[in-house]
């Protein structure tokens, strides 16, 4: 599974963004999808996940109440809505894929691509 992340850019303070990822190879259907993102100079940190039916996300406590994953399975497509982004959201951010149950260390995943950067100012 090849994993193309796009939408990032520089916004300010209070503004939304949507990321969005485009998976091609082979269905993410049977996929646990994720969003991870790294700032400078810090670990990768995870930000959200949703389960192969999209019924089921998870997140990460500091973006909890703000950002919204989801799927399209078929259009083989994960999406990132980010909402009242704050500038300590500002980080590359990637998505991934992994055949098995929920994981929120990247390493764990089969499948990541290369991030699309978000940055935002104050």
């Known amino acids: 599974v090849q994993l193309q992340a796009s939408g990032g850019g520089l916004v300010q303070a209070g503004d939304s963004l949507r990321l969005s990822c485009a998976a091609s190879?082979?269905?993410?259907?049977?996929?646990?999808m994720a969003w991870f993102r790294q700032a400078p100079g810090k670990e990768h940190e995870f930000v959200a996940a949703v389960t192969w039916g999209g019924k089921n996300t998870y997140y990460g406590d500091s973006v909890k109440g703000r950002f919204t994953i989801s799927r399209d399975n078929a259009i083989n497509t994960v999406y990132l809505q980010m909402n009242t982004l704050k500038p300590e959201d500002t980080a590359v951010y990637y998505c991934?894929?992994?055949?098995?149950?929920?994981?929120?260390?990247?390493?764990?995943?089969?499948?990541w691509g290369q991030g699309t950067q978000v940055t935002v100012s104050s």
């Open positions: 991934a894929a992994r055949s098995s149950w929920l994981a929120r260390t990247l390493q764990r995943y089969e499948y």
């Open positions: 190879g082979r269905s993410i259907n049977d996929k646990v």
